[in-house]
């Protein structure tokens, strides 16, 4: 088993040097955090991940979840690593003080979340989830309801679901049929749910379920899906988990990856009706969920880099380790000595020290909405966090695809070895184009409501301070051929923004033809962008004698491999783009 | 469960309009294969494919082989399916006469193999072995030991396997430790393999192993090594299997995918020594296995197409039933609508068509050299065979892994669960970058023995017949688009070659380097380059009136999409070779 070790040197550069949260904290108010400070925070998840989760993840591959009598019967050794968890203050990070949180910047939480996802992601997804929870009865529930559920929930004394899809409705939500009828102060929900992810399990005394349904008078489509909370035990007086109320997980999904996460078929009042309560106004359930919906799809984006370094991290080990290969004098040399595997690790290493860069930077924007001085300044991060979004969650989980491909492709036949690991990062990582969004339903959304209904703006903006770190770049005599290839692909991107404005509106089929090519070109720019930043950051430390020169080094070298073999990959995704959506219209049916 | 068909049109369409078979049958004397044969032999694979091995691959992924007391006991069913299957004459298909074989060109075995390998790719690697230890036996066996094998491997009465990778010898044989004793009139073998796929199974009265060890005075390195066959079972005086010999398996592997093969460490020689006799001459085992190496890499290519097209038909058949989302009128359609989607399943498609287009002219180009009318022209075929079988089978694994991840993609959140069987695929297919030489392997022995040696000549004559398409191209008016498409992507191959000519003699990284960009470069090229071809056919055809025209016109828009969408790729993987080794080797070990 390789070992996992959190990559603290890289999380510590992004933070300090395209982050800048030092200053970001001082001038948002936060004194107390500093990079001390989050260096002993990130240290300190750093060795629950590597010394309690990360030995789970084999055991929750080969003994997942299995559904008992009467609740998931989560996997051997879970249990005791969320109590650990949960003690050492872990899911109250992000949270605000008034629920017993400890109000860390957004991008600290995320930072460390890195950790959980590259441990064990089958188990980070149960606190992530609660994390959405918290978000969505925090912004949207009564003050009674946030009384009596967000302390348990910080706590991570209960945890929390999200129960949107169901067996009709996917991607499309305007299908929910799951009903809600107003019983007193409650109502009475019944209807199927399914993919819930820990919809069950007795890790803890209670499961507080969100659960989108439809009121008897709602209008059809998603303009009539109001949220819900459904606990497992309905509280009693002292606001203690009491009667069970009547929801339950009626079956475990037989899944590709992440076994030791149980999804669940979750069935709501069978009996009687399960007990729930309004979150937000009726009919405005699924504007609650958006509240969250940035939150949870960066966290799935982080997903896609944390399954990526783990893997990256155990297939280093082996290139390091594994004798393949004869000098003339006879001594046998490792693989890491060849091209080609060097090639695939480095690969793996810039696509990855891109991802982290963007998702914390993606991260950053988060907590500047919340700090902002002003409304415009407010607006303004905002539309940042808007656009890099789907952007974090499509392209950083399309990474992780060939990433953890890589992982195995070094292990050659052991790879395909389950045993080895590898392959369990590789299936593990297939859900992340999937979940919470297609990489599909992702680029929808980016070129529909983050860049049409704004015509461009947003990415102008974005666009625009590219060029300024290619000008950067132009006057930075090591950095110059780098500079190129950025400049190349930020044509390449604003080329991509001219065809979808200019016409987009005539061809009602050409955005939803481009849209993932899309994605993914101004994926690559912007964690091109990101390492050239970087770049940037790490000439000038070493010009000033400052820092680790090793890193710095390798820093420069990643960032110069991303603009030579992955950069250029935008020039293909241009010309899929500028072809339209003729041929991808052309077929009846039939004939595919 | 989706069911499998064979897709007859479009492998007819390649056999008739891409490899010509009728006028290379006739030119070749081989007067009785005709398109009519064919097609009858295609229609009975298909349906024993259909019918008999498909609904067996959930059934062997689910109960794998697994390992008894004195045998592997293989999934059930399969031995049945075996019996019917060499009851049928396939395991003769392709064999000389003179060994019970039914003398069919190489290029109909091979599209008869398609089906066998997408109906049920772990059950066809069973034949495909065979195929290869028969090879081995007919071109390198003694007349003796070619007398006592060949009818029995031919007729499917006994199967064979490749005894090649030990723990420290994959990719390296020259690491080979396994020794060969002379004992009289054989040999005692001795040592351990693994990964020997199908290395034990009841299906048959015996297994024949091909075996690489040492002899006692063999030279150090890929020189030592000699061929030995190995049968399970000693033949006794009338020829039949006897006593047991010295080899058995002790392990099974537990893999990613291909459950229903046996992936077997085999030992041999635990108590007295295993008897062997040995092949070809002593030390030349490596040019023997050489000798097989071209047919296994384009099996193994084409085993990329097979689960391609599994994965495809599936995919289709799910986009097609599918509802989500909801029309004006309220009615809702399937998702196969969707703009992405059929981008998706466009992508899946042109990939498909260009794989097989490849495979086959490439197996076609096996039997112009064994019909060669003279020797100068088995010499031209015999360097087109030897240039596009790394291509075949490097570009054709690696397009599988996208092709199976697409059709996940396309099942949304089903894909991720194992009993949609779309998530089967993608495992089964990811060995197949891996076995056989992993696509590094390939890439350089593409660049270094397929090219370098021969200061790309080789490469230079399948530049200017691509030259020659593009030229017909932009004089057949509706495909002027195409040719544009295939003429920049001819010219990032000529800038491909003439960059690793200039450059590789001074710079030994470069080749490793480059190397697997270079041969996906190359893929790309030449799907596109009979994509382009089949679609001057199409054009003409339609133009006279012949042919079916929803087919033919469909074969126009899928090569259309693929110069639109997958060429561009050439220009990304050239910008990729042109960096060259810099990046790549900048880094000391401890800076990755």
């Known amino acids: 088993m390789s ?3 959190h990559p603290y040197r890289d999380t510590e550069f992004v933070l300090g040097e395209l982050v800048e949260l030092e200053r970001f904290c001082a001038e948002a108010g936060l004194q107390d955090v500093n990079g001390e400070l989050v260096s002993a925070i990130l240290a300190e998840a750093g060795r629950l991940g590597s010394e309690v989760l990360a030995p789970l993840n084999a055991v929750g591959d080969a003994q997942g979840a299995s559904l008992g009598e009467q609740h998931v019967e989560e996997t051997p050794g879970f249990a005791d690593a969320y109590r650990q968890f949960r003690e050492s203050g872990w899911t109250s990070l992000t949270a605000a003080e008034a629920w017993g949180g400890q109000n860390l910047p957004n991008v600290v939480g995320t930072a460390v979340n890195e950790i959980w996802h590259s441990a064990n992601m089958a188990f980070a997804l149960c606190p992530m989830l609660t994390q959405g929870a918290i978000e969505a009865i925090a912004h949207h529930g009564s003050a009674e309801l946030q009384a009596a559920y967000l302390p348990q ?14 067996p009709d409705a996917g991607s499309d939500l305007a299908a929910i049929k799951t009903k809600a009828v107003p019983n007193g102060d409650h109502y009475l929900i019944s209807g199927q749910k399914i993919f819930i992810t820990w919809g069950d399990h007795r890790m803890t005394d209670n499961v507080v379920h969100l659960v989108l349904a439809r009121l008897p008078d709602a209008p059809a489509g998603v303009k009539g899906i109001s949220l819900f909370i459904v606990p497992k035990y309905l509280l009693d007086a002292q606001g203690r988990p009491g009667a069970r109320n009547d929801v339950r997980c009626v079956s475990l999904e037989h899944k590709l990856g992440i076994h030791g996460s149980p999804t669940c078929v979750m069935s709501f009042g069978d ?9 937000g106004e009726p009919h405005k359930g699924l504007a609650c969920m ?21 893997a990256y991290q155990q297939a280093l080990q082996y290139a390091r380790e594994r004798l393949q290969g004869t ?7 490792p693989i890491i000595e060849y091209p080609d595997v060097r090639r695939m690790l480095l690969t793996m290493k810039a696509s990855i020290e891109a991802m982290r860069a963007l998702a914390l930077v993606a991260a950053a924007e988060v907590d500047r909405v919340a700090h902002a001085q002003d409304p415009t300044a407010a607006a303004r991060h905002q539309g940042r966090v808007d656009l890099l979004t789907p952007i974090v969650k499509g392209w950083l989980t399309e990474m992780a695809q060939e990433v953890t491909s890589l992982g195995v492709q070094i292990h050659g036949g052991m790879g395909f070895i389950e045993e080895t690991g590898a392959a369990r990062h590789y299936r593990d990582a297939r859900i992340l184009t999937i979940y919470e969004g297609t990489t599909g339903i992702q680029a929808l959304d980016l070129v529909g409501r983050k860049i049409l209904s704004n015509k461009g703006e947003l990415l102008a903006d974005l666009l625009d301070e590219i060029g300024e770190t290619v000008t950067r770049l132009e006057s930075t005599g090591p950095l110059v051929a780098l500079g190129l290839a950025l400049s190349d692909a930020l044509e390449n ?3 991509a923004r001219r065809l979808l404005l200019a016409n987009a509106e005539a061809d009602p089929a050409l955005a939803g033809s481009i849209s993932v090519n899309f994605l993914m070109l101004f994926g690559y720019l912007c964690g091109g962008w990101l390492l050239a930043r970087s770049a940037l950051r790490a000439q000038a430390l070493l010009e000033a004698g400052s820092g680790d020169p090793q890193f710095l080094e390798a820093k420069l070298v990643t960032a110069r491999f991303f603009g030579e073999q992955l950069l250029p990959r935008t020039q293909a995704l241009l010309a ?6 003729g041929s991808i219209m052309a077929l009846a049916d039939e004939q595919f």
Chains 1, 2 share one sequence.
Do not use: C
């Not at 009996?271 to 979150?279: N, Q």
């Not at 000098?327 to 040399?333: L, N, T, Y």
């Not at 899929?576 to 959506?581: L, Q």
């Open 290 to 310: 958006f509240t969250m919906m940035n939150h949870a799809r960066q966290s799935v984006g982080l997903q896609g880099l944390s399954i990526s370094e783990r």
């Open 493 to 495: 991107g604003r080329e």
């Open 3 to 5: 070992d996992y070790v």
């Open 271 to 279: 009996k009687e009706g399960a007990v729930g309560y309004l979150v």
């Open 576 to 581: 899929a783009i500028r072809a339209g959506s």
């Open 327 to 333: 000098r003339k004098d006879g001594s046998r040399f």
């Open 153 to 166: 929930l910080v706590s991570g004394e209960w945890t929390g679901t999200m129960n949107l899809t169901e």
